[in-house]
């Protein structure tokens, strides 16, 4: 069988890209705040509802290989709405590439430096890939899901030191399982969690069956059946190879200070500036100012779930100026009940310059109208945690240690000590997962 590769594909170009790079201690260290983040949030999704039954499914049909495992920390890091994004590829690639490299990582008894190196490699290849999809893609498909085995897939095959054309047979493979609908909005159902954890199982898979062999489309990004061709009407391929010697996508990762979707957070940035000039009890109007994309995705009055409420711009404003601070219990029921009066006179609209900035930045303007007549602005051109205005290390570290306590674990400050010093770690910690 002729396994040969034909000259210079997307995938091959990619899988370049990423062996070219060079790595500083700079980019480990942002690595590792990007590893305790998505394990800090897979560790408190394993005790929610959705967690406990994925957990539960996971016993149940006795799985403990390293595909079931990347599966499900995947599936609980992208439970409670504060894992990171990635800004211009609309992708959380913390919540596909973290648990599958970690997953492989332990199998094959990597050190810490070295599952840093493939955390690198994986949040490259699925963001690249996220930039070059075009705006329609992410109308009807979830970017995490579609681009994450990318990701996986990249990050794996670093772990496994593949040969390039064994990396690209399993970035083919990886993104012949592309898939992932945003019709679970309509209801709030858990699909979602479901998109991480097959995204990264998806690439861990094809990583394992590439060293044994097993062939994938070279061309599955610009092939004339692939995915470009399929999922991506006004798609950018060049885009997955432009500027190869820009600084890691790592760095353009944003981390979320508050747990709801992303989209919703520069309006809360700027709601809760307003949020110490103004009375709540006195608010008679607010308006939202933003880009397309969060009102296609959270154009929400009356959230009926918590998980839509996470997506309600409506509710997340209002929760911010209510209460000065938007947090778990912001959404539940009560919450919800108490937060309806403000929801309902809250209107949403497009608007410049948000519009046109959007994707390279996410913003939004929010205006309150008091009953005295009194008219109060704030807006955001990136939110807190875009890397124009990045949490603090210390920020950082504090939001790990809610969410590990949250996930009921005793030692907090320890697992976090050992997460932050992967860079130099010859073992990687054990996981209460």
């Not at 480990?28 to 929610?48: F, P, Q, R, Y």
Request: glycine share 8%; net charge negative.
């Amino acid at each position: 069988m002729n396994t040969a590769l034909p000259s210079r594909t997307l995938t091959e170009g990619l899988f370049a890209l990423v062996a070219d790079k060079p790595v500083s201690d700079a980019d480990l260290e942002v690595a590792s705040h990007l590893v305790l983040d998505a394990l800090a949030n897979a560790i408190a999704g394993k005790l929610t509802r959705p967690g406990e039954i994925l957990w539960e499914t996971q016993l149940a049909m006795a799985g403990d290989n390293v595909r079931d495992r990347a599966f499900l920390i995947a599936s609980l890091t992208h439970i409670l709405e504060t894992d990171d994004l990635h800004r211009e590829s609309v992708v959380h690639p913390g919540c596909v590439v973290v648990p599958a490299v970690w997953a492989v990582a332990e199998r094959e008894g990597a050190n810490g430096r070295r599952l840093l190196e493939a955390v690198l490699a994986g949040f490259e290849a699925c963001t690249r890939i996220g930039m070059a999809v075009g705006p329609a893609h992410y109308r009807i498909w979830h970017n995490t899901a579609t681009c994450g085995p990318y990701g996986a897939a990249m990050g794996a095959a670093a772990l496994l030191d593949l040969e390039p054309p064994a990396v690209v047979h399993a970035l083919g493979n990886a993104g012949s399982q592309s898939s992932g609908l945003w019709q679970f909005l309509e209801t709030g159902a858990m699909t979602k969690h479901l998109h991480a954890g097959r995204a990264a199982d998806a690439g861990v898979l094809s990583a394992y069956l590439a060293q044994r062999g097993f062939t994938g489309p070279p061309a599955i990004l610009e092939g004339e059946k692939g995915f470009f061709a399929a999922a991506c009407p006004d798609g950018d391929p060049g885009a997955v190879l432009r500027e190869p010697d820009a600084p890691w996508q790592v760095h353009a990762t944003s981390l979320k200070p508050w747990p709801s979707c992303r989209h919703t957070h520069p309006a809360i940035d700027a709601a809760l500036e307003i949020a110490a000039r103004v009375d709540p009890g006195q608010i008679a109007k607010i308006g939202v100012e933003t880009y397309a994309a969060a009102i296609d995705v959270c154009d929400r009055v009356d959230p009926y779930s918590e998980y839509e409420a996470k997506f309600s711009l409506q509710h997340c404003v209002a929760a911010a100026l209510s209460a000065r601070d938007v947090g778990f219990e912001s959404f539940d029921e009560a919450a919800r009940a108490d937060l309806a009066p403000l929801r309902r006179v809250t209107d949403v609209a497009r608007a410049e310059p948000f519009l046109s900035a959007y994707p390279k930045a996410w913003g939004a303007r929010v205006t309150v109208l008091t009953r005295e007549g009194r008219s109060i602005s704030a807006e955001r051109t990136h939110a807190k945690g875009d890397p124009e205005a990045p949490l603090s290390r210390e920020e950082i570290i504090t939001k790990a240690r809610g969410l590990f306590k949250k996930g009921g674990v005793a030692d907090a400050d320890g697992l976090i000590a050992q997460i932050l010093h992967l860079p130099t770690a010859r073992l990687l910690p054990r996981l209460p997962l």
